[in-house]
């Protein structure tokens, strides 16, 4: 520990690659790689053509990266705004807000996420496993 009181310890950090994890099948044309630390957590998400994430909402706020392909989403309980985003940009879906998408290709999507998604973790995501 520093003076400071912050753990300044290298042992602390970890070296992923995306290629040496896992992924993780959710349902037809969707699956997904994590990694996670104790306040964040980032996903590479996979979505064929045509596949769609039901409308939800989490309490942990969200930062969507499309690195291919393109996401249709529709934002707020009444879905009354919609964006797409393509390969290169990126959406912040602010904590609780209501959202839904929908692959217009075959996507490559990181998601980050403050805090982890419990959910994720544990496995009781149902919406995203039907």
Do not use: C
Request: charge should be negative; hydrophobic fraction near 40%.
């Amino acid at each position: 520990m520093s003076s400071a009181g912050i753990d300044t310890d290298a042992a602390g950090a970890r070296h992923y690659r995306w290629a040496d994890l896992p992924a993780e099948p959710l349902k037809e044309g969707l699956s997904r790689r994590l990694v996670t630390s104790e306040r964040m957590m980032i996903a590479h998400v996979y979505l064929k053509k045509g596949t769609d994430v039901p409308q939800h909402a989490h309490e942990n706020e969200q930062i969507t990266y499309i690195l291919e392909g393109a996401l249709h989403f529709w934002l707020g309980r009444d879905a009354s705004r919609e964006v797409t985003v393509r390969a290169g940009e990126v959406l912040v879906i602010p904590s609780n807000l209501p959202h839904r998408a929908l692959a217009l290709e075959d996507t490559l999507d990181v998601d980050v996420f403050n805090p982890p998604r419990e959910d994720w973790l544990n496995g009781t995501d149902a919406y995203l496993r039907r």
